[in-house]
């Protein structure tokens, strides 16, 4: 195990997580108010949006009718990470889900930089779902209206426009229902995902009941690099399943629920997103369909020569899309608030409302900053750039995994990955295959973006770090880990609890904060 003096490489032991988890500095904590079905409506909340509503054409663009592979594909690489994340949400249900699973396996520089590129997954995703959220809002207006809203308040710059005002919009109405508290939070992502998956279900039939054999040859123009290129912008259609590991400290029986809701979700979510694509090439040509905007609208248009269907198609694009906006900018504030309890980020971020059991500073300035890309950068540049980043965390989580069975075999484990250590390794592989395939000016963007993280840790993170001021002294408080339909998720190994991994609060006579609700 990494000793925490060495600056960088100093780990937080799951013990230390579990304890700390659920509250703030100032002893206000989150509370543990979902359950099995309110996290799978999160996850499919989290997943189902942008990246097949909007997506979809550009993937098809790549791909041709060979865009199905393309999901699969996607779908394999995030099997293989979902069940990382299955079995290391079980083990350590906190906060900070691929961030804390790094510092408590890979050091603290690799764990900072994590969540540096989950600022990318969650932060700037949510600013390419919302721009995706005022294309269909404007053919929502037009199929009820007449009226849309003009292409200079409707676009960012590039594409059109000057301000993509809707965009803005969503993500403060999001931000809005998050401060209220997270059982409402919770309720409206039930209701949203509900919704979308009875619309998308309605399309399924539209389209299939237009089907022609013909569409699809022929069958991959592009051949194996044009599925490879696919494949890299389907992934961004299942960004969002990991969300559901921040919510690790508001989760009741979160080492059986959390594996359960990842599980479930992606399944559903693989088939969905395969019928979908499907029935959108064999109602209309992947020519017809590449490339254009509210794709899935304008083919129920064609199909029914009504835009009665399409305005259907719209308004459940306007619910789908808005439920992703809510739950990647939950997922951001969790992540946010297990980094500034660490002191990687400044204390703002971790302040909890004893009011409402929210981070409620930590939700308005998420809203505010991510609003600002949202309003002026196009679509296609902030999804390429989030894909990658997404791809690097997944990379990450497997190695993780790796770490922990050997560091930690005694942690209890509701699930386990199945063919280990095979099945962490292809996740590795075919995170990186799929980052090949974001192609060069994507890989410079994002080298670029570690180096700027980088130096954002050594300038603060480093010097800021609580556990670096520890020096190794930190008890774990009695009870720690210990949730409600667990058992003995309290126990350390030997020799494995905080005295190896070391904490001791920012000031005098601090300790660590209590364990969760």
């Not at 659920?22 to 799978?40: K, T």
């Not at 979908?276 to 029914?304: F, K, M, N, Q, Y």
């Not at 990647?328 to 400044?346: E, F, K, N």
């Not at 001021?469 to 058992?487: E, I, K, L, N, T």
Request: charged fraction near 10%; charge should be positive; proline fraction near 6%.
């Amino acid at each position: 195990m990494l000793r925490p003096g060495t600056s960088g490489l100093r780990i937080k032991s799951p013990d230390l997580l579990l304890a700390e988890s659920g509250a703030d500095l100032h002893g206000h904590g989150l509370r543990r108010s979902m359950g099995l079905f309110q996290l799978l409506c999160f996850g499919v909340g989290a997943i189902v949006g942008t990246g097949i509503f909007v997506g979809l054409s550009d993937t098809v663009a790549q791909a041709g009718p060979a865009v199905i592979v393309s999901f699969v594909l996607a779908a394999v690489t995030c099997v293989f990470t979902a069940f990382a994340f299955a079995e290391l949400g079980g083990a350590i249900p906190v906060s900070g889900s691929s961030y804390s699973y790094a510092y408590a396996t890979l050091g603290e520089r690799t764990a900072f930089l994590v969540g540096w590129c989950l600022l990318l997954e969650y932060g700037v995703s949510v600013s390419a779902v919302a721009v995706g959220w005022g294309q269909y809002l404007n053919q929502l207006l037009g199929s009820l209206t007449g009226w849309q809203l003009p292409a200079a308040l409707a676009n960012p710059p590039g594409d059109g426009g000057i301000v993509n005002l809707p965009a803005v919009v969503v993500v403060l109405l999001a931000a809005v229902l998050l401060v209220r508290g997270i059982r409402e939070s919770a309720r409206a992502t039930a209701a949203m995902a509900v919704l979308k998956l009875a619309v998308l279900a309605l399309f399924c039939v539209i389209g299939f009941g237009a089907f022609h054999s013909g569409n699809l040859s022929p069958f991959a123009p592009e051949g194996l690099a044009g599925i490879t290129s696919g494949a890299s912008v389907a992934f961004f259609s299942y960004i969002g399943f990991d969300a559901i590991t921040t919510a690790g400290e508001e989760v009741r029986n979160p080492r059986r629920n959390i594996p359960l809701a990842i599980m479930i979700c992606i399944g559903v979510v693989t088939v969905l997103y395969c019928l979908v694509a499907l029935a959108a090439i064999g109602a209309l040509s992947a020519g017809e369909v590449a490339g254009r905007p509210a794709a899935l609208s304008l083919i129920v248009d064609r199909v029914t020569h009504s835009n009665v269907g399409g305005a259907v198609i719209a308004f459940g694009a306007v619910v789908a899309i808005a439920s992703v906006v809510l739950a990647v900018m939950y997922g951001q504030t969790r992540i946010l608030m297990a980094m500034s309890r660490d002191g990687l980020v400044p204390r703002v971020f971790a302040r909890v409302s004893p009011r409402t059991a929210t981070p409620v500073a930590n939700t308005w300035i998420v809203a505010v900053v991510f609003a600002l890309p949202a309003a002026v950068v196009p679509l296609d540049v902030v999804m390429n750039l989030t894909t990658i980043g997404t791809l690097a965390i997944m990379a990450a989580v497997n190695v993780s995994l790796l770490v922990l069975r050997r560091t930690r075999p005694d942690l209890p484990r509701r699930f386990r990955v199945p063919l280990y250590p095979l099945s962490p390794l292809l996740g590795i592989v075919f995170c990186g295959y799929l980052i090949y395939g974001t192609g060069p000016a994507t890989w410079l963007q994002f080298a670029g973006f570690l180096a700027l993280g980088t130096v954002v840790y050594a300038l603060y993170g480093r010097r800021h770090s609580r556990l670096a001021r520890g020096g190794g002294d930190g008890p774990v408080p009695d009870g720690a880990g210990d949730f409600p339909g667990s058992r003995g998720s309290g126990e350390a190994a030997p020799g494995t609890g905080a005295a190896d991994s070391g904490y001791v609060g920012s000031g005098s006579g601090d300790r660590p904060d209590r364990g969760g609700n």
